[in-house]
């Protein structure tokens, strides 16, 4: 994908212009950084021991707030609520264990949210014990916190927080996470533009990219859509329906509609880390041999050999930038919906879209190879 004009440029400064808010005091109003992902799950311990035991994220609090009995995971400026009981019971047997809010930092919370009503939003602060809080995309909202920026994570208000016991360093992974790199959106078939037009005039978000990818008979549209201070990137996906049902479709019958697909967290060195989180349980996706029989053909001048992202599983991809090593899980949910990605960046700024290509071309070159 290659990048529209980032800040600071002509066309993005118009573009911020035209689109943003003003608070009452002159300050633009705008959602800067994602505060928490609050996960539903049907599992909580289950879901919380695979966040906490195989990816490193520590149990902060635990809260029982009405009808929702949540967990506070960190690590570093990442934040995860683990929440279950009967308040989610509605969003589980719609959807299944899933991203029921993504929480975003504001200067001006109220503001942000006259900005989203009137962008279209609906109002779903009635009944939310955090405060503000819009719709976003299907059953996703966007509960709205005041957080000045450079200012340190505070526990989600409107809620009786205990604090967990600290846990022994010794019983941590080596990797870290670094931050959240991306967000990946999944629409039903002609809803992109209009979605893509809401971040916009609603939250002040920026275009950043787009990429019309056609996988043999099937097809996608893309748009990923950020935040001027980079902290919030979406990349928002919707099926081609002139073409035939592919992977996007088929999260949406099984996800009951629109909702994240997954969460992509960034690494330092990602072959180490995969390698690390599959011996703690994580399952990742096997890449066929015969993408890396072709791999030195499409990327040259890695830092990485060939035969380690072989043996990890590893992907890669290049843009003009640099390039990017990635792999996803498999989602650990019952009805294989929300899954997660790690990614390591050698100064590329895309998010992978030719290894959708090449993982097709070499599950076609494999079949070939055995007829």
């Not at 029982?64 to 690590?75: E, V, Y």
């Not at 096997?286 to 890695?302: H, K, S, V």
């Not at 035969?307 to 899980?329: C, H, I, P, S």
Request: glycine share 8%.
């Amino acid at each position: 994908m290659a990048p529209l004009p980032r800040a600071g440029s002509v066309r993005f400064h118009e573009l911020h212009t035209r689109v943003a808010r003003q608070s009452s005091d002159g300050d633009i109003v705008t959602a800067y950084d994602v505060e928490y992902i609050e996960i539903y799950t049907s599992d909580q311990r289950k879901t919380t021991d695979y966040f906490v035991s195989s990816m490193g994220f520590q149990e902060k609090a635990r809260c029982r707030t009405g009808a929702l009995d949540s967990i506070l995971l960190r690590q570093k400026d990442i934040q995860l609520l683990i929440t279950s009981g009967p308040g989610t019971a509605d969003f589980l047997a719609a959807h299944g264990d899933g991203i029921a809010d993504i929480a975003f930092a504001c200067e001006d919370p109220l503001a942000a949210r006259e900005g989203a009503l009137a962008a279209g939003a609906r109002d779903l602060t009635s009944g939310n014990p955090a405060g503000p809080a819009v719709s976003g995309f299907g059953a996703v909202r966007h509960t709205l916190l005041k957080r000045t920026a450079g200012q340190p994570h505070a526990l989600p208000p409107g809620r009786d927080w205990i604090a967990s016991p600290e846990r022994a360093a010794q019983d941590g992974t080596t990797t870290e996470l670094r931050l959240l790199d991306h967000i990946a959106v999944c629409l039903d078939a002609g809803t992109l533009r209009d979605t893509v037009r809401y971040y916009i005039d609603g939250f002040g978000f920026e275009e950043y990219s787009s990429e019309y990818v056609t996988v043999g008979e099937q097809a996608m549209d893309s748009i990923v859509v950020r935040s001027p201070s980079a902290g919030i990137t979406f990349t928002i996906i919707e099926p081609d329906s002139t073409k035939k049902p592919g992977q996007i479709d088929e999260f949406l019958e099984r996800n009951g509609g629109p909702g994240v697909q997954h969460l992509a967290f960034l690494v330092d060195e990602i072959i180490p880390a995969v390698l690390e989180f599959e011996s703690l349980g994580i399952e990742f996706l096997q890449t066929p041999g015969t993408y890396y029989d072709a791999l030195a053909e499409r990327i040259d001048n890695l830092d990485e050999a060939i035969a380690d992202l072989r043996k990890a599983n590893v992907l890669a991809d290049r843009d003009e930038w640099g390039y990017l090593l990635q792999l996803f899980t498999r989602s650990p949910y019952e009805r294989r919906t929300l899954f997660f990605e790690l990614i390591q960046r050698h100064g590329a700024q895309g998010f992978g879209s030719s290894n959708i290509r090449a993982l097709y071309e070499a599950v076609e070159r494999a079949r070939a190879a055995t007829s």
